[in-house]
């Protein structure tokens, strides 16, 4: 009894020691960074010397901020993205799950961008909206269109920012939409061609609904990805754009927190934007959820 009672004591040990590992973890790379950061955005601080404690008044500096709304908005347009390069990729996809020549090497292309230098990427599309020598601007030339100095103008800086998006996007949708498709049992079809649908009828009763779980996903991922763009507005328009017209809610935190120095603030904007990125998730979960039970 006294050995079965030791070794009980010994397995107990070390599922203690197993489950050791994850919770110290959690709670020196998740639980304890939450809470520096909660504790720093009700602080004055410049990230270096003391902290001076100053409550919620970082989050009532927010509220009035112009530029951090502004950016916020910025944000918001940069997502028009989505749907769209959604529809793209998807296209795409059923494309390339196609018998068509050199298929193999066009699905390799498409997914070069993804795989490419976040940096190298923005700096190559800042050459080509240069409004003098660019390629952009040399393409519309051959139509008899004087293409703008896109970077520069605020009209035309964000929606030029919105293309690079979508094209260095489209090889990862594009993908998993293609497994996707080529996951959807071949019977369906067959049977629905018995039934006398045409093309268009089998796209939309069939591929879109299969497809769901992976454009649910593709919109989750990418409305996080999204609120936090950052490399390619630092890179292509470093001052935030003319009249601060392409500033994400990122790129205006970074320029809080470590321009200014303001970390306290910094922190604080960030907290903001961690609560409306997960109130937006659980808000598309929801309604993934009512949608499937439509459907069902």
Known sequence: MA???????????????????????????????????????????????????????????????QYFWQSMGNTVFYMVGIPIGLALSLALAIGMNRAIPLRSMLRTVYYVPVISSLAAIAILWQWAYNGDFGLVNQFLAWFGIDGPNWLAS????????????????????????????????????????????????????????????????????????????????????????????????VFHIWRQAFRYQDMGYGTAMAIMLGILILIITLVQFRLNQRNSFVLD
């Open 154 to 249: 605020t009209v035309w800086a964000k929606p030029a920012i919105v293309i690079m998006l979508i094209w260095k996007g489209l090889g990862y949708s594009m993908i998993l939409y293609l497994a996707a498709i080529q996951s959807v049992p071949r019977a369906l079809y067959e049977a629905a061609e018995l039934d006398g649908a045409n093309g268009w009828q089998k796209f939309r009763t069939i591929t879109l609904p299969m497809v769901r779980p992976v454009t649910f996903f593709l919109v989750v991922t990418q409305v996080i990805a999204g609120s936090q763009i950052f490399t390619e507005i630092n890179i292509m328009t470093p001052t935030g754009g003319p009249e601060y017209s392409t500033a994400s809610s």
């Open 3 to 65: 050995r079965s009672s030791r070794l009980h004591q010994a397995e107990h040990r070390w599922a203690l020691a197993f489950v050791a590992a994850p919770v110290l973890g959690y709670v020196l790379f998740t639980a304890y960074p939450v809470g520096f950061a909660l504790y720093t955005s009700m602080t004055q601080w410049n990230g270096l010397g003391a902290m001076r404690f100053i409550g919620l008044d970082n989050y009532v500096r927010l509220f009035g901020d």
